[in-house]
């Protein structure tokens, strides 16, 4: 197969859909790769690498969505990007179409096959393509807080780790799930006392079992979701209801009532924030300040740290391309139930069930739409 790599082009977006090694795996699986020039150069890949890696450089993207049979790429397609897909041509990357009427009208017109990242599931209902990015999310989310303690960002001024003979931080993370599990890895690793609030009791014993006594699981009652965000020193928002905007755990009222100096990073922002007095911020300008108690909010944590995150989610996504080279995507989809969630539209009808309703589409199932 022919795949494409585009250069990303959202404001800010370094990170790219194939790292050179993927693009070596592919080769040496018989599939022939272009990769517009300087696509990885934000995060210090080269077209010499990619070269050396088995790929041929285009100029433009234009190329490059000409010669593909299928585009990789990070980002949903730009409305430029749009135009330039063609009817059976694969689109693999972040979608998010839930909110974005404008680019589920431009894929439907394509007549494209397009695979959203973030649908695809696994055996055990997660979603293997978002993790990586909810594990980056999580680790940075305690670099952002204990920047946020400082007293030049209006923190406390306290250290997350105390030093011999003084007290650490008490870091309060709501959601042990993949964003909460990765925080409190790391807010362990720097010394601070660690509670995790999870209201599915499965997530508290594995939790238990993994960290054993350097955190507590607590179950998340309103009761006890009080306490301890009052007696954090810094709490990090992770809870996520699939499908649905994030639950308002903290309320104003909590934010009056905590420590002045405390910090709060809301990860949950992008599903619209677990903290009542939460707004997005961007990495420009990421904190701002209610009742003397930072909040965090930026909704891109990831973006941060495009190399890491880049091969990050390489690693998850390489199996599901190879996957789609090798077998084409009407086999790769057909053979696997998980990995056809990932299907949000085909050949001009909307097969996401939530998209279609949300926007009064016509749905038609993926399974159906394959075998048509
Ligand atoms: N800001 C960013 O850049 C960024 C990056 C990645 C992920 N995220 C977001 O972070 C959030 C968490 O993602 P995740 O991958 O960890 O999800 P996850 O499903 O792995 O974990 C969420 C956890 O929240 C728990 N939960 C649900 N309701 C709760 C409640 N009332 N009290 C306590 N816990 C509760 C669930 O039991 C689950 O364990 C999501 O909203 C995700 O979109 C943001």
């Known amino acids: 197969m022919i795949i494409g790599v585009p250069k990303e082009i959202k404001n800010h977006e370094y990170r790219v859909g194939m790292v050179p090694a993927s693009v ?41 969505f000409a010669k593909a049979e299928m585009i990789v790429k990070v980002k ?25 009427l404008p680019q589920t ?62 007290e650490p931080a008490k870091v309060v993370v709501i959601g042990g799930g993949m964003v909460g599990n990765n925080a409190a890895q790391m807010a362990i690793g720097m010394g ?18 993994q960290f054993g006594n350097k955190v507590k699981a607590i179950y998340s009652t309103a009761d ?22 994030a639950p308002k755990l903290v309320t104003a009222d909590h934010i009056k009532r905590m420590k002045p100096g405390s910090a709060i990073v809301d990860v949950a922002i992008d599903q619209g ?31 941060a740290v495009p190399l890491t995150s880049t091969f990050a989610l390489n690693n998850a996504t390489l199996p599901y ?4 080279a090798n077998k084409g995507y009407k086999k790769a989809l057909l053979d696997d139930a998980n990995f056809r969630e990932g299907l949000n539209v085909y050949k001009g009808k909307v097969t996401f069930k939530e998209v279609a309703e949300g926007f009064n589409m016509e749905y038609v199932a993926p399974i159906d739409a394959l075998n048509a």
């Open 224 to 245: 006890a979701l009080e306490k301890h965000v009052l007696a954090a020193d810094l709490v990090i928002g992770g809870v996520l209801i699939p499908g649905a905007a």
């Open 273 to 303: 924030g677990c903290i009542a007095t939460s707004k997005a911020t961007t990495h420009a300008d990421p904190t701002y300040i209610v009742d003397d108690v930072v909040h965090y909010c930026v909704a891109n944590m990831p973006g």
């Open 24 to 64: 070596r795996e592919l080769i040496n699986h018989g599939h022939q790769v272009f990769v517009e020039t300087n696509a990885g150069t934000g995060i210090g890949f080269t077209d010499a690498d990619y070269i050396a890696s088995g790929a041929e450089i285009l100029n433009t993207a234009a190329e490059v």
């Open 192 to 209: 601070a006392e660690v509670v995790i609030l999870d209201r599915n009791i499965d997530v508290l014993r594995r939790l238990d079992a």
């Open 105 to 166: 009208e431009d894929l439907v017109k394509s007549k494209a096959i397009c695979i959203a990242y973030e649908t695809v599931i696994d055996g055990r209902g997660g979603l293997p393509l978002l993790a990586p990015m909810s594990e980056v999310a999580g680790r940075m989310s305690i670099q952002a807080g204990a920047q946020a303690l400082e007293k030049s960002n209006a923190g406390r001024g306290m250290l997350l780790g105390g030093v011999p003979g003084v």
């Open 321 to 324: 391309i190879i996957n789609l």
């Open 76 to 100: 949903e397609p730009q409305a430029v990007e749009r135009a330039m897909l063609r009817e059976d041509q694969i689109l693999f990357t972040y979608l998010h179409l839930a909110p974005d």
